[in-house]
């Protein structure tokens, strides 16, 4: 049986340098790339050696989604929640729906595009 792991998800923001910056920060990540989009627009590649996040934006599209539709949230590991939590809120987001259960500690957010984001602690 083949065996694999997600390599990257692409999604849709307003400003990918924000968005880059602000999961930089959360995660101590790093840009990979950066450049024009196949389909028009520019794209960054944020994330780590392993795995990333591909920011996409093109002025012509609308970046607004409705939750769920059809992604529900993107949940990142940290190894630091509170500090974690206090990015988000110096970034003008808003931490919500605060949890500590098995397996671990989340508190989740939306951004400024309404992707929301769930940050986990297994520590």
């Not at 450049?35 to 392993?50: A, E, F």
């Not at 970034?91 to 500590?100: F, K, S, V, W």
Request: hydrophobic fraction near 35%; proline fraction near 6%.
């Amino acid at each position: 049986m083949p065996s694999g792991f997600l390599e990257h998800a692409n999604i849709t923001v307003s400003d990918p340098e924000r968005s880059s910056a602000l999961l930089q920060e959360l995660c101590g990540w790093h840009e990979r790339w950066r450049g024009p989009s196949q389909l028009g627009g520019r794209t960054i590649h944020v994330g780590n050696d392993r795995d990333y996040l591909a920011l996409y934006t093109h002025d012509s599209l609308a970046p607004h989604f409705t939750k769920g539709q059809p992604l529900n949230h993107i949940a990142l590991v940290v190894d630091d929640l509170d500090s974690a939590e206090t990015i988000v809120k110096d970034a003008g987001l808003i931490p919500m729906n605060h949890g500590d259960y098995e397996p671990g500690r989340r508190f989740y957010f939306f951004d400024w595009d309404g992707i929301e984001f769930e940050m986990v602690s297994y520590s």
